[in-house]
């Protein structure tokens, strides 16, 4: 097992490196890069970046100016070169491809990220602010899924058929159908807008006077902004595991073991968890890094926007549309990572569940 899973970890590097260098070119041709950005920005007057780049002698040609309606952008009418060249020099595009290529993978091997284009700032430093929003909305998210899917598989495949067994299925089916983000809008203009009732919170993870609480006032607080994200999240991820664990216990229960432990005398209840559980259970764990990854990194762009949650779901989706390069490598990177490890240990969870598997088998 030990050499499996060596194995294995060689795997993530060439994989890792595949995946970064795959994406890495297609960006590159693709129109609109962090540089026409920047421009775009300079000619519409951003303050930031007029400061950035025409504080060090570099003016905009006078001919460029906002229009008198005040939309703020009439059309570039001429920048001067040495502005152009030195936001590419901000940005490192004034080397070749092939050089910033080799310098993203020397950096990456050590972990250095660089710093955003765009949001200033080193760009792991961003990433660990947001991490709070997003690992609280995958993590809990997930175990409510898990802990409320599973039981109630297992009890749906001991009664199936049954008036229990049907509705709950028409219930988590419903739930399955309905879109995350279009239940969040009910459950905000129900339980948080004010116009039925204002129980919840409509933003933020806690609140602003978050550190002048007691700890069990913090926890409190902390779940009680959680509470609609969350079950916004979960409403539609209880369909598929759940009759995935029905499923899989139907299969198992109907096996020639399962019989030959009844005709034996066993307990039903010895039966079902201590040989059925742990066959049945394989399929599931299978599912579980594929479930938390989804979950954590994209499953919360919405709620995360509508929540006006600040996480990596959001980051990522404002990184991507500004071209803000060093930031979306480096969830890629980090997201990549993370699921190829995750996926090592749901292999080797294998052979905790079920010791007769074995890897190294040929």
């Given amino acids: 097992m030990l050499a499996y899973a060596l194995r294995r970890l060689l795997l993530v590097i060439p994989t ?3 995946i970064i260098t795959i994406n890495f070119f297609i960006i590159q041709v693709a129109p609109g890069g962090p540089v ?19 504080g060090g002698g570099n003016e905009v040609d006078s001919s460029f100016k906002a229009d008198d309606t005040g939309s703020g952008y009439k059309g570039s009418r001429g920048l001067d070169p040495e502005v152009v060249e030195a936001i590419k020099v901000q940005f490192g595009f004034d080397k070749p491809v092939l050089e910033r290529y080799f310098d993203m993978l020397k950096n990456y091997l050590m972990f250095d990220f660089g710093e955003s284009l765009f949001k200033g700032g080193d ?3 961003l990433i660990i602010e947001r991490l ?4 609280s909305l995958g993590l809990w998210s997930t175990l409510i899924i898990y802990f409320v899917s599973i039981p109630l598989g297992v009890v749906k495949a001991l009664h199936h058929g049954s008036r229990f067994d049907i509705w709950s299925s028409t219930i988590v089916i419903v739930g399955y159908a309905i879109p995350g983000f279009l239940f969040a809008i009910i459950l905000i203009i ?7 009732f204002s129980w919840f919170p409509l933003r933020g993870l806690v609140s602003t006077n978050f550190d002048q609480l007691n700890w069990y006032q913090q926890i409190i607080d902390y779940f009680w902004h959680l509470s609609l994200p969350i079950l916004a999240m979960v409403i539609g991820g209880f369909a598929t595991l759940s009759m995935l664990t029905k499923n899989s216990f139907l299969d198992e229960i109907n096996k020639q073991y399962v019989v030959t432990a009844r005709a034996k005398g066993l307990d039903e209840g010895a039966i079902l968890y201590k040989h059925i559980f742990r066959n049945a259970m394989l399929i599931i764990i299978a599912g579980f890094p594929a479930a938390f990854i989804s979950i954590f990194f994209t499953g919360s762009m919405l709620i995360e926007v509508m929540f006006s949650l600040e996480g990596i779901g959001l980051l990522g989706f404002e990184s991507t549309i500004q071209r803000d390069y060093p930031v979306v490598f480096s969830s890629l990177y980090i997201m990549t990572l993370l699921g190829l490890v995750l996926s090592i240990i749901s292999d080797l969870t294998y052979t905790w569940v079920d010791p007769r598997i074995d ?3 040929r």
């Fill in 16 to 18: 890792l490196w595949a």
């Fill in 36 to 54: 026409e950005q920047a421009i775009a920005q300079l000619e519409g007057h951003s303050s930031g970046i007029m400061e950035r780049f025409s």
């Fill in 123 to 125: 760009v792991i430093d």
């Fill in 132 to 135: 709070p929003v997003s690992i």
């Fill in 190 to 196: 129900f339980f948080a807008s004010g116009n039925y």
């Fill in 359 to 361: 890897f190294e088998a």
